[in-house]
């Protein structure tokens, strides 16, 4: 069984940082192309960076230059770092795995407030 576990959301003030976590298990994660994703309240889910093994990562264009994907193959984890945080970052962040076959994590609510 294929499980995501997300971490690392919470509060924030604009300005600060946050690094999200995505452990998987269940399946061969460095052959997978892995992904994140957001929801911002009342509208519908958009792609934040993702990466595929061996090429470049890509981001969507309002997180450039703050947001990092990186991920951890021997310890089956992906990252996002974020910083200079704002609050039209605010949104529930889920992991993606996969392209044909897609598993997702729960979730985790990153707040952007002062």
């Known amino acids: 069984q294929v499980q995501l576990v997300e971490s690392g959301g919470g509060l924030v003030q604009p300005g600060g940082s946050l690094r999200l976590s995505c452990v998987v298990s269940?399946?061969?994660?460095?052959?997978?192309?892995m992904g994140w994703y957001r929801q911002p309240p009342g509208k519908q889910r958009e792609l934040v960076a993702s990466m595929s093994p061996g090429d470049t990562p890509i981001y969507a264009d309002s997180v450039k230059g703050r947001f990092t994907i990186s991920r951890d193959n021997a310890k089956n984890t992906g990252y996002l770092q974020m910083t200079s945080l704002k609050p039209e970052d605010t949104a529930v962040y889920y992991c993606?795995?996969?392209?044909?076959?897609?598993?997702w994590g729960q979730g985790t609510q990153v707040t952007v407030s002062s």
């Open positions: 269940g399946t061969i994660f460095g052959i997978k192309t």
């Open positions: 993606k795995l996969g392209v044909h076959i897609i598993y």
